[in-house]
């Protein structure tokens, strides 16, 4: 199993980035997957959740309204849309194969003027 997380960066407060992980070696329609970020404070927090076949999705309340997850299957591929970016929102954001320890290496994201 392999998950590469690319698009992270540096963007001024209010901006956009678009993260993507690219999975490989299972079934990747088969699983729901997710995304996570994780900064000294706070630790590791879920950010979205996209099911399997991109039906349904869930926020952390911290991200409602300014992100947006989804799929691609036949790419094998989930995003992250992240609108209206704050300094808060700085973090290494990771993509998760749902209810497994299936990793990316992360991707860091900085909000700053």
């Known amino acids: 199993v392999k998950l590469v997380e690319s698009g992270g960066g540096l963007v001024q407060p209010g901006g956009s980035l678009r993260l993507s992980c690219l999975a490989s070696?299972?079934?990747?329609?088969?699983?729901?997957m997710t995304w996570y970020r994780q900064t000294p404070e706070e630790g590791r927090e879920l950010v979205a959740l996209?099911?399997?076949?991109?039906?349904?999705?869930s926020y952390a309340e911290f991200v409602k309204g300014r992100f947006t997850i989804s799929r691609d299957n036949a790419k094998n591929m989930v995003y992250l849309q992240m609108n209206r970016l704050k300094p808060a929102d700085t973090a290494v954001y990771y993509c998760?194969?749902?209810?497994?320890?299936?990793w990316g290496q992360g991707t860091q994201v900085t909000v700053s003027s």
């Open positions: 998760r194969r749902a209810a497994t320890q299936d």
């Open positions: 070696g299972f079934t990747f329609s088969n699983y729901h």
């Open positions: 996209i099911t399997s076949s991109g039906d349904s999705v």
